[in-house]
C-alpha cells in the first residue's frame, strides 16, 4: 500500500527556516502530482507548492520567493524548504501524491511560527 511519511515540522520565530521532508513508500506508478498543502482549523485545505506531471513547479502567491520544492527521485522524497517564515504560515502541512488511478494524503506534521 502507498504511504506517505512527513518530517521537519516544528516551533521558529519569524523569520526563521525549516525544511519539510516527505518519504513516498509502497506500490506507486504513474505519478500526475506531487506536493504540499496546508490547512488552518475551519478552512479548506490550500495548495502550498506542487510538480505537475510535466516537471513544473507551482507556488501560492503568499509563499512565492520564499518557499521552495524539489524532490530526490533516487530517495523517492519530496521537500518543502520554507524560508523567513511568518506568523500566517503556522498550519498543518500536508505532503500530498497524485497518480493516475488514485490520490494519497500524509499524516500531516504541524509548523508553528512564533511572532
Known amino acids: 500500500q502507498v504511504q506517505l511519511v512527513e518530517s521537519g515540522g516544528g516551533l521558529v520565530q519569524t523569520g526563521g527556516s525549516l525544511r519539510l521532508s516527505c518519504l513516498f513508500s509502497g506500490s506507486i506508478s504513474s505519478i500526475k502530482a506531487m506536493g504540499w498543502y496546508r490547512q488552518t482549523p475551519g478552512n479548506e485545505r490550500e495548495l502550498v507548492a506542487s510538480f505537475t506531471n510535466a516537471g513544473i513547479t507551482n507556488y501560492a502567491d503568499s509563499v512565492k520567493g520564499r518557499f521552495t520544492i524539489s524532490r530526490d527521485n533516487v530517495k523517492n522524497t519530496v521537500y518543502l524548504q520554507m524560508n523567513s517564515l511568518k506568523p500566517e504560515d503556522t498550519a498543518v502541512y500536508y505532503c500530498?501524491?497524485?497518480?493516475?488511478?488514485?490520490?494519497?494524503w500524509g499524516q500531516g506534521t504541524q509548523v508553528t511560527v512564533s511572532s
Open positions: 500530498h501524491l497524485r497518480t493516475i488511478v488514485a490520490a494519497y
